[in-house]
Nanobody
Framework: QVQLVESGGGLVQAGGSLRLSCAGSGRIFSINVMCWYRQAPGKQRELVAL???????NYADSVKGRFTISRDNAKNTVYLQMNSLKPEDTAVYYC?????????WGQGTQVTVSS
């Protein structure tokens, strides 16, 4: 089992920044992919960013150039640095880990961007 706990969400004005953290515990070795998703009210959950075990990254077009995914292996933590935030970035942000056929989700953290 893998446990994921997100933190770092909050209320920020448009143009501001936040850094989300996803701390992993349990059987975190050999995790293939770490991802950040978000879900706004009334919308489907969407992929925001992902990082492979080799360090490759990919981003949704809507966040390219503004968000950066990174990780600290020593702390078993993945981060999402969010800059130049927009009201449309308002959502619950979830961390997801993929290990083989197993998928693990965190509980989510709310990000609200005011205009």
């Amino acid at each position: 089992q893998v446990q994921l706990v997100e933190s770092g969400g909050g209320l920020v004005q448009a143009g501001g920044s936040l850094r989300l953290s996803c701390a992993g515990s349990g059987r975190i070795f050999s995790i293939n992919v770490m991802c950040w998703y978000r879900q706004a009210p009334g919308k489907q959950r969407e992929l925001v960013a992902l990082m492979s075990s080799a360090g490759g990254t990919n981003y949704a077009d809507s966040v390219k150039g503004r968000f950066t995914i990174s990780r600290d292996n020593a702390k078993n933590t993945v981060y999402l640095q969010m800059n130049s935030l927009k009201p449309e970035d308002t959502a619950v942000y979830y961390c997801k880990a993929v290990r083989g056929l197993n998928v693990y989700w965190g509980q989510g953290t709310q990000v609200t961007v005011s205009s």
